[in-house]
């Protein structure tokens, strides 16, 4: 798991996860590299409320414009135990402050941080003081309290005037989810740090070399699928001549390993998803979990499961796979690098993602949740409140403009270990990033050469595709790298699956994306212990499926119904 492009992943979703933690290259605007020597000074910033217009639609501003004399902007910081820096570099002095200086004229100072272990009580004492900084990076909780004290500026007007036509277009590519989300009674509150979609999207990983062994054929119906793991695990697929394989591998305790078993049959636990009538109703009481339930009690019974499953974390539980004592287990595209490329490295065993079977004639559907990972809000009455729509449109420029993705920006260090793109006090990603790698790839296996893209991990992706193909490795290193790139970004890999999701419309996005509501924050996690307790009773037949109904009712007794009102109660104010 050594190439650049996975590095890059993950130090993104690194970023992205210590901002919620504290918390396409189209070139059509202006000044997108904020080198068009045209300056902006004070009177291009708006009124001293922010909304840069008079009652009439904003004028077009520069994305880029920088300040002349400079602007001093205030934030404030969370620091993880894993943050390094370059010799002479902190969260107060590195290079994205320092651009953000030189290139914009924004002189941004953290008015203080804290390690992360401390973000919370600190944050709470701040905006309980009314004294927040000019800019702030805020969960989905803490904007709903800033809202409720009308604590932040309305952005509605500023982002239309500043935000570039490339921020416009990356920002809304989760279609339009995160900017709902950061709206309020038709305002614009906060700005969503959107991430990758579909990287929660769930599909079936098959060993081939097992299938190929015991002359199975690949699985069209859910019944193909349980006649797969009673092979596994009763025909000796690993040919020691001993009964030691399982047939469905990678359980946890937690049972979040078995969301795509459940998918199959349309249930989507954990998630708020639309009824009949429109309605949202939450996933963990559906029919549709029943019959799922029933056929996990039965595959227990039979041995077809882990039976210390529900002791298992879920590296614990991926042990299965890397011992091959299993050849199948639900997960998303990202399995290809964990647990699959050290395995595959080791044992050469094949593995591909087969899309959700439906247990019935309906198609099968995956869900995820709406991929933001943060708020990024403006203090209320804030002269420069378009500063934060232009530390946006730099880093979109440092990502998808002409001259992106340069190394500066993302690695530092002798080894490029350091996760410079966490000192980015701003960020966030083309929701379709990964998906478009994807399709990028294809376009040029269809082609038979490599097709010019404006995302560079494309041709990174689409090399490493013909490397595997050619079958000459220096080492298994670059075999391993080859492969896993062959299985994540290839035609038939898992983005594969991941596009055909999205393109036919299979892709469900969790419908709440607000805050705790108050019975949740008093109830939710009883409720969440009450629902695992029963599963995993029901699952290993300490229980019978006749306990599912009983949930269901004691779940809507105790705090369920309430959650549920309140929560359409904010659906319907975001309609």
């Known amino acids: ?284 009481i559906q029919p549709g979990l029943k019959p799922a339930l029933q056929k996990l009690q039965e595959m227990f019974k039979a041995g077809l499961i ?47 993602p087969y899309p959700l079977i439906s247990f019935d004639d309906k198609p099968a559907s995956t869900s995820g949740g709406i991929p933001v990972g943060n708020y990024y809000v403006v203090r209320k009455g804030f002269e420069h409140p378009e500063a934060l729509v232009k530390l946006l449109n730099f880093a979109v420029e440092k990502q998808y403009g002409p001259e992106g993705r340069l190394d500066a920006y993302w690695y530092g260090g002798e080894n490029k270990e350091i996760n410079v793109s966490a000192f980015a006090a701003v960020i966030i990603s083309d929701p379709l990033e990964l998906i478009n790698i994807h399709r990028g790839v294809q376009a040029s296996v269809d082609a038979g050469k490599y097709v010019d893209n404006p995302i560079a991990d494309v041709k990174h992706h689409y090399d490493l595709y013909q490397l595997w193909l050619s079958g000459k490795f220096a080492d298994s290193n670059e075999e391993g790298q080859a492969w896993s790139s062959y299985k994540w970004a290839g035609p038939g890999g898992g983005m594969n699956v991941v596009s055909d999701y999205v393109k036919d419309n299979k892709y469900l996005v969790d419908e709440y994306s607000g805050p705790s509501t108050p019975t949740m924050t008093a109830k939710k996690s009883t409720l969440d212990k009450m629902k695992l307790e029963v599963f995993t009773k029901i699952i290993m037949g300490q229980s019978d499926i006749g306990e599912f109904d009983k949930f269901v009712a004691d779940w809507k007794k105790f705090g369920g119904d309430a959650i549920t009102a309140e929560v359409n109660e904010w659906y319907k104010a975001k309609q």
Request: glycine content about 8%; charged content about 25%; aromatic content about 10%.
């Open 1 to 284: 798991m050594q190439q650049a492009s996975l590095k890059r992943y993950l130090i993104f979703a690194a970023a992205v996860m210590l901002l919620f933690m504290t918390a396409c290259s189209s070139n059509t605007n202006n000044g997108a590299n904020g080198n068009t020597g045209k300056k902006e000074n004070t009177a291009n910033k708006g009124d001293s409320k922010g909304t840069g217009n008079t009652g009439d639609k904003p004028a077009a501003a520069d994305p880029m414009g920088k300040y002349e004399p400079a602007i001093e902007v205030t934030t404030v910081r969370s620091l993880p135990p894993s943050i390094k820096f370059e010799k002479g570099d902190s969260i107060d002095n590195n290079i994205w402050y320092r651009s953000y200086a030189e290139d914009l004229g924004i002189k941004l100072t953290n008015k203080w941080s804290v390690p992360q272990t401390q973000w919370q009580q600190k944050m709470n004492v701040t905006i309980a003081s009314g004294d927040i900084p000019d800019i702030l990076t805020v969960s989905a909780n803490e904007l709903k309290r800033l809202v409720d004290a009308d604590m932040v500026e309305d952005m509605t007007d500023v982002f239309e005037k500043y935000a570039s036509d490339k921020t416009k277009r990356i920002i809304t590519n989760d279609g339009g989810n995160g900017m709902k989300a950061s709206t309020f009674e038709g305002k614009l509150l906060a700005l969503p740090g959107v991430t990758f979609t579909g990287t929660g999207a769930q599909m079936l990983w098959i060993r081939q070399d097992w299938l190929k062994k015991l002359n199975l054929s690949e699985p069209k119906t859910m019944e193909d699928v349980y006649h797969i793991a009673e092979a596994f695990a009763n025909q000796d697929p690993d040919g020691n001549k001993q009964k030691d394989t399982i047939g469905l591998g990678g359980i946890n305790k937690d049972l979040n390993s078995l969301m795509g078993f459940f998918e199959s049959f349309h249930a989507y636990p954990g998630r708020w998803v639309k009824d009949d009538s429109g309605q949202l109703v939450y996933g963990d």
């Open 306 to 352: 882990d039976s210390e499953f529900a002791v298992k974390d879920q590296a614990k539980a991926y042990e299965l796979i890397a011992s091959n004592k299993t050849g199948m287990f639900y997960s998303g595209e990202g399995a290809v690098w964990w647990p699959l490329t050290d395995h595959y490295k080791k044992e050469k065993s094949d593995w591909k």
